[in-house]
């Protein structure tokens, strides 16, 4: 289980490890001042602290702009849930509660 604030640049690379762990990984999308991202934060950091195989990936939006746009993120927060590098689970904006996310994560 992992929580990590991550770059543009370490981005792809964190990515692929966490994969290569057999990791369902979560992106979170934010910004600083968005107090939606701080409510989306606490329910992922209850997911991460509850699920030893989900990492979480928390990725500011004002500092890494080529990986939201990469993942067509116009809204924060936006969260993407991924259980490989071609399967997407989720792709959401708003926030969602602790039970929610791991109803998705348990079906995979």
């Keep these: 289980m992992a929580y990590l ?3 543009d640049i370490d981005f ?3 990515l692929d490890g966490e994969f290569h762990k ?3 990984v979560i992106l979170k999308f934010y910004t600083q001042m968005c107090d939606a991202c701080m409510a989306l934060d606490m329910e992922l950091e209850d997911v991460d602290d509850e699920n030893e195989n989900v990492s979480v990936l928390a990725i ?3 500092e890494c702009e080529y990986t939201a746009s990469r993942f ?3 809204q924060v927060p936006t969260m993407v ?3 490989d590098a071609t399967t997407t689970l989720l ?4 926030v969602m509660m602790m039970q929610d996310i791991e109803e998705i ?4």
């Excluded at 792709?91 to 708003?94: C, K, P, R």
């Excluded at 994560?105 to 995979?108: D, F, K, L, T």
């Design 5 to 7: 604030e991550i770059d």
């Design 12 to 14: 792809q690379q964190i």
């Design 22 to 24: 057999g990791q369902i």
């Design 60 to 62: 500011d939006c004002s």
């Design 72 to 74: 067509n993120v116009v």
């Design 81 to 83: 849930i991924m259980k």
């Design 91 to 94: 792709h959401q904006e708003g």
């Design 105 to 108: 994560i348990n079906q995979n």
